[in-house]
């Protein structure tokens, strides 16, 4: 769908390196292919994160509307609801708000690194803060003892950017309200598909979440993942070295499977991957299929 929208939306476009891109999606080429094919120069570059980001935020404003009117549901709240007894990490290479909105309908706090009401501004130490709490409920000796603690939570890292993340005035922001006004499309902080994602996943803000993503990879003791196809060198490494090396538990559920998840199957005992096969579900461990 975005590659069809980047097409129409971009049809006046008429540089030689607009037309190679082209090409490659008229031809079924998928976009993350096409744009590493093609790396985009800093020009075509920034008119791709416009269109990307304005049409993203067009969707998300759909679902937002609908999902709050009670129109339609996002099923992924069924597995934050399911999780809600613990702390639930949740990275996401996605630029939508739909965690933050069932998060919000499910009355869960949600760390996404930035703190505020309306303009948040991005703080990871004051939004730790802001969800731990005193118990006073624990009474020893008879006397009441006050027990520091964090508030069960989901912890969210958006390691390619948001649909309401912008640059403005030098400052970082998180503002849904920007979002909404395509006047602001050039200030926003969005990494595009493609090779050039790599690079810029290590400018800020990106480098920061993707580190603090990392950390939590490394003491994550189990793994789901969602659609995932494994294109993400920032933060598949390490996820990958806890899969292999580590032999941590993990389940892939994806309608089809990547080259790079197939290859993972053979080195991980105790990786399962869920996905479509023909008209059925597959089951797959190892060189087992059910």
Known sequence: DLADHLLKDLHDNTSAEWKKIRNDL??????ETALSNNPPGESLNNEIIQNVGRYISNKDREVRNGYF???IAIPVERLINYFRSETLTIITPNYDCLVEYCCDKLKIPCNTG???YFRKTRDFERAEREIEYIDSSVIV???RRLIPKTALHAKLFKVHGSIDWFEV???IVSDMSLADNDSFDNKRLIIPPGYEKYSNAFHDPFIEFI???NDSVRSGKSFLMIG???NDDPIEGTLVKRLVEDEKPGIIITKGLSEKARELLSDCPNLWVVSQKNSATVIQNGESEY
Not at 26 to 31: A, S
């Open 26 to 31: 008229q031809n079924k080429i998928g976009l």
């Open 69 to 71: 009117n009670g129109d």
């Open 114 to 116: 930035f703190v505020g």
């Open 141 to 143: 000796k008879g006397k």
């Open 169 to 171: 005035n030098n400052k």
């Open 211 to 213: 580190e603090k993503a």
């Open 228 to 230: 995932y196809g494994f």
